[in-house]
């Protein structure tokens, strides 16, 4: 296994000195304000349409009695719109029409409710100037502020004080809706986002003008959402879980006094544009981060790309990749030491810039190094692609259920999708769990769409005829061989007793997607409110009853000494082989019942992951065979004292060209037995780790984080 770093030019604990290279020639500038829509975010609405869902709620003069003119007060008919889905589903989402909304006061969004905008023009909540109780600063409050919208962990009732979202938050998320602040509004923020997997902001504006700060308190993962004005478009503190965040295809411009300011936010940023701020990033004084910074855009910083502090903390760790820099002389900055990284050229561009603890190989020790390479530039013509492949338009959408599918759970909806499938590209699933009694093969190019992946799930039966007995992998779905097929928004459950069931197994190209993909099992699963009229019929309220079955199942799990005797009993949730790759963002999967979370083999084909969960695998989180060339983003494993403590995080076998950055590994305090290896390595080469935190809340640490079988090490 070779460094990241082999056959750089590296400093240690010396002063940082510029290493130049030849110029680099482009022939286009790049825009440079929102207005024109930099490559960065798309500001365009994404759901032009009303989608059709039976389960979803509409926030609409017809239901709620309101006016989406900016006028009228919506802010006791939204939160009434939210308490009710809650209530009545538990989990799902409140569709929000185009039109313009004014709150004047905090609106609460409990767990696994989804608020997604639709139209030819995004919806906008607005804050309208001097609206009372946003002048002062807020003296109990962690954010010091008040907020347009706040994730709980839980119902909030009005006038008490609610319960902040946390670890335990998932499947919450705003989404195609812009947010407006206005003047007079100092303290400010709109969104308070403290959650866990699968919550997001995603195809959002936020115009915080004179406010404090765009989004307050960090977690998961956020994706083209532009920051205009504000002291700052991101302030926040570590995720609620301490995992890392990942934050891909934005824009922050006009920030007072950063970008964004982190205690301990554990970001990586992956296509960030950035103009006219005073600073980047900014750590607080006196903390420990791991940045990680990649094919980002920074124009006109007056004081500093990053703000750093703590630089003598082993826990320091800074990552930039290809940042393309025009006027912005200063690139590093500590806030102890005062020293700073100045740069000569008004444009450059920032090959690698790292700093803290390295090691060039797996024998040597780890030391103190600052590498830099930065090319000056003649012309600034940075790449202006999204990272994340965008939707179909959804003049292409064709709903399941018009064909026929019915969601229930019971019915099988199998041959519905296979014969949609053979005559649509782009197919939109309503929330409904829809049963599945064979393989679902997808065509080369098919978009599955969902839109909250609990409320919309494909199911197996336990005990499903073709995915039990013995014999080889079974998938649930199957993408085509090398196609730019997508699925988005849906949960995979393939039971506790399907011992051949793979959830999905992917082939598909390096255009294609998975996205916002949960596979259902263990951690995350919730239940649907039972009504009055159902019990008796299965819906019995007693909960002896609800457990007593005899066969264990992810929703009737059965346990004998602490452990379910169904746990890793089937394949691999996610399968990608066959010269498979693409997009992989926002996926969780921590299904016990499978021998892996992911498993990758046999590709070449270009990958990239941002966002993934993999959690309470008893054999294996992820493992990687004869695989090059892809990257990792924000990649978190978590081990539990029953099922995880024997588990080997991730296996690594004949692979080359691999990227891990902000990979986080946990033991959970529950685990009290040690591990000696968290990462096992054999005949691989270019296998780079950038940004590696190893850590548990109790001395079973892992001892060996990453370990190469193929390498003798010193005694």
Same mark, same amino acid.
Request: hydrophobic residues 35%; contains cysteine; negative net charge.
């Given at each position: ?298 124009? +006109? #910083?007056? @004081?500093? &790309? %990053? ?6 903390? !082993? ?5 930039? /990749? ?92 199998? +041959? #519905?999708? @296979?014969? &949609? %499938? ?6 939109? !699933? ?5 049963? /599945? ?279």
């Amino acid at each position: 296994m070779t460094s990241p770093h082999a056959g750089h030019t590296s400093l240690r604990r010396a002063p940082v000195r510029l290493v130049q290279f030849l110029y680099a020639f482009c022939l286009l500038l790049v825009a440079g304000s929102l207005s024109a829509q930099p490559g960065h975010v798309n500001t365009a609405s994404v759901y032009t349409e009303r989608p059709g869902d039976p389960e979803a709620y509409y926030f609409t003069p017809e239901s709620f009695g309101i006016r989406a003119d900016g006028a009228m007060d919506v802010s006791d008919s939204l939160q009434s719109a939210i308490d009710l889905l809650k209530r009545e589903k538990n989990f799902g989402i409140l569709f929000i029409p185009e039109g313009a909304y004014r709150i004047t006061r905090t609106i609460y969004i409990p767990p696994a409710i989804r608020l997604i905008g639709y139209g030819k023009n995004r919806p906008e909540f607005i804050l309208e100037d001097h609206t009372p109780g946003y002048q002062e600063e807020v003296a109990g409050d962690k954010g010091k502020s008040n907020y347009m919208f706040w994730f709980t962990g839980g119902p909030a009732r009005r006038g008490e004080s609610p319960r902040d979202a946390g670890a335990g938050t998932f499947y919450s998320a705003v989404s195609n809706i812009n947010f407006r602040i206005g003047k007079g509004n100092p303290h400010a923020v709109a969104l308070r986002t403290h959650y866990a997997q699968h919550s997001f902001v995603s195809h959002s504006v936020i115009r915080t003008g004179s406010g404090k700060a765009g989004i307050f308190d960090v977690g998961n993962e956020m994706e083209n959402v532009a920051f205009i004005g504000g002291d700052y478009g991101i302030l926040t503190h570590r995720t609620s879980p301490g995992w890392p965040m990942m934050v891909v295809d934005t824009w922050f411009e006009g920030q007072r006094k950063a970008a964004v300011r982190t205690r301990e936010g554990g970001m990586a940023f992956v296509n960030m544009g950035v103009k006219g701020v005073p600073v980047v990033v900014e750590m607080e004084e006196g903390s420990v981060d791991r940045l990680f910074m990649e094919r980002c855009v920074f124009e +006109e #910083v007056t @004081r500093a &790309a %990053v703000v750093a502090s703590a630089a003598e903390n !082993v826990m320091l760790q800074v990552n930039l /990749l290809d940042i393309h820099c025009r006027k912005v002389p200063v690139l590093v900055e500590n806030l102890e030491s005062g020293e700073r990284l100045e740069v000569g050229e008004k444009m450059y561009r920032v090959e690698e810039h790292t700093y803290g603890l390295v090691m060039e190989d797996m024998a040597a020790d780890s030391e103190f190094e600052t590498i830099i390479r930065i090319v000056p530039l003649a012309v600034f013509s940075p790449e202006r692609d999204r990272a994340i492949p965008s939707l179909p338009g959804m003049e292409e959408w064709v709903n399941i259920r018009e064909l026929g599918a019915k969601g229930d759970g019971e019915s099988d909806d199998t +041959e #519905v999708f @296979r014969e &949609a %499938v053979s005559r649509y590209r782009t197919i939109y !699933v309503p929330q409904g769990w829809y049963r /599945l009694t064979g393989t679902l093969k997808l065509e080369e190019g098919t978009r599955l769409i969902g839109l909250h992946p609990f409320g919309t799930q494909f199911i197996l039966r336990e005990s499903e005829p073709a995915f039990s007995g013995f014999g080889p992998p079974v998938p649930m779905v199957e993408s085509s061989v090398g196609g730019e097929d997508i699925i988005n928004g849906i949960g995979l459950s393939t039971g506790g007793y399907n011992y051949r069931a793979v959830g999905c197994k992917w082939m598909a190209g390096e255009q294609s997607m998975m996205n916002d993909i949960k596979f259902v099992g263990g951690h995350g699963t919730m239940r649907k409110p039972v009504r009055e009229d159902v019990e008796g019929r299965g819906g019995s309220r007693n909960a002896r009853e609800r457990w007593s079955r005899q066969i264990s199942s992810p929703s009737e799990p059965v346990f004998e000494r602490g452990k379910d005797q169904a746990w890793d009993n089937q394949y691999w949730s996610l399968w990608v082989t066959s010269n498979g790759g693409g997009t992989f963002k926002d996926i969780w999967t921590a299904n016990s019942y499978a021998a892996s979370g992911l498993y990758v083999s046999h590709t070449s084909t270009p990958g990239r992951i941002y966002a993934m969960s993999l959690e309470h695998h008893v054999r294996n989180e992820a493992r990687f065979a004869h695989v090059s060339r892809w990257k990792m983003y924000a990649f978190q494993f978590e081990e539990e004292g029953t099922e995880g403590k024997d588990c080997l995080m991730m296996d690594i076998a004949h692979c080359s060209d691999l990227l891990f950055a902000n990979q986080w590994m946990y033991r959970t305090i529950r685990v009290s037995t040690p591990q000696p290896v968290g990462v096992r390595v054999s005949c691989s080469s270019n296998i780079r780790f950038r940004n590696l935190h190893n850590y548990t809340q109790r001395l079973q640490v892992v001892e060996f984080p990453v370990y190469e079988m193929n390498r003798e090490l010193p005694a």
